[in-house]
């Protein structure tokens, strides 16, 4: 009995282990789908049109939240460029430099959010924005083209789903700010249905042979279907550890993606990377881990000059911005 508590506790940290998780491996089944025919762009409308349906299916008495407002269009083609990115980057390229590329959201974030959030962008922000930013040059330079850029197609896609990413996050808040009654798993639905909607526009782009998915159809529709099930209850899952664990905390506990994407890609893909994609990772993550500390420290700030009488608030003030930030993640 004595360790029910501790166990309670761990619940929402293992949750957000596990969402990291799931986004570490899902690249491995778009690639299956990839083989099977089914282009990137086709698979991230699919995947995310059987994620929407999930969602509403399941909270389906959240739908009387729903309410217009302009941001909600900005909101859902900031998702769709996320998945799109993510999944087209993952199937084409290297799979840990553009999950990296992805990541360099501490750089894109802080000018976004002082763009849209009117949020001062402080010196502290502007030198983890250049450390993310050192990590791409380290990790992008080479020494035959001389030009930190990325390489390929999937790269650019992977460095335009993080700024997407970035984005998200960002008018995810602003949402919280301008439709407060909105539930957070209808912004996940909003989300997901403006990564199939994009998809689908994009799919029109990339050609795609009828014939082997065809072949292999009932593969790709159960395929479809499970990934969708999985990433719609995958997000609904970190929400719930993200509304339970302290912000500096949970953003150190999602780096763990990075960690099993690595393993992943060298298991599945057999890529290992090299001392460059190290070094310049390692200031991304670094990047990541300060802005957690930050993040911290102006928590920190309030709750000493209110003592314990805003406790309570400050509790609630976290659990209701990070349930905010959950419905971003890419679908």
């Not at 335009?160 to 996050?169: E, I, V």
């Not at 009654?181 to 912004?187: A, F, Q």
């Not at 072949?215 to 970190?238: D, I, K, Q, T, Y």
């Not at 298991?267 to 200031?283: H, I, K, M, Q, S």
């Amino acid at each position: 009995m004595s360790q029910n508590p501790g166990l309670r506790a761990a619940w929402p940290t293992l949750a957000i282990m596990i969402g990291a998780s799931v986004w570490g491996f899902v690249w491995y089944p778009l690639r299956m789908l990839a083989a099977f025919g089914l282009t990137g762009t086709a698979s991230s409308a699919a995947t995310s049109a059987a994620g929407c349906l999930f969602v509403l299916l399941l909270r389906w008495r959240s739908i009387a939240t729903l309410r217009w407002h302009r941001v909600l269009p900005m909101l859902a083609l900031a998702a769709g460029v996320t998945n799109v990115g993510f999944v087209w980057g993952a199937i084409h390229g290297e799979v840990m430099r553009v999950l990296l590329l992805f990541y360099l959201t501490p750089a894109w974030t802080a000018l976004f959010a002082h763009v849209i959030l009117h949020e001062r962008l402080t010196g502290s922000s502007a030198a983890l924005s250049a450390l993310s930013l050192l990590g791409a040059v380290l990790m992008l330079w080479s020494p035959k083209l001389g030009v930190p850029l990325p390489a390929n197609a999937a790269e650019w896609a992977g460095l335009a789903g993080g700024m997407g990413f970035a984005m998200s996050n960002v008018l995810v808040v602003k949402t919280s700010r301008v439709l407060p009654d909105m539930k957070p798993e209808m912004r996940t639905a909003v989300i997901f249905a403006g990564a199939a909607l994009f998809g689908a526009l994009a799919s029109c782009l990339e050609p795609m042979s009828i014939a082997p998915v065809g072949e292999h159809l009932a593969r790709v529709v159960l395929l479809v279907l499970a990934l969708g099930v999985v990433l719609g209850s995958n997000n609904m899952l970190v929400q719930y550890g993200l509304a339970r664990v302290p912000a500096n905390r949970a953003s150190i506990i999602m780096l763990f993606e990075i960690v099993v994407t690595a393993l992943s890609s060298w298991l599945f893909a057999g890529e290992t990377p090299g001392p460059r994609e190290w070094a310049g990772g390692a200031c991304i993550v670094l990047a990541s881990l300060l802005s957690s500390w930050l993040h911290r420290a102006r928590e920190a700030k309030p709750h000493d000059a209110h003592v314990s009488a805003d406790a309570s608030v400050m509790t609630h003030a976290q659990a209701s911005r990070l349930d905010e930030s959950a419905g971003a993640r890419r679908p």
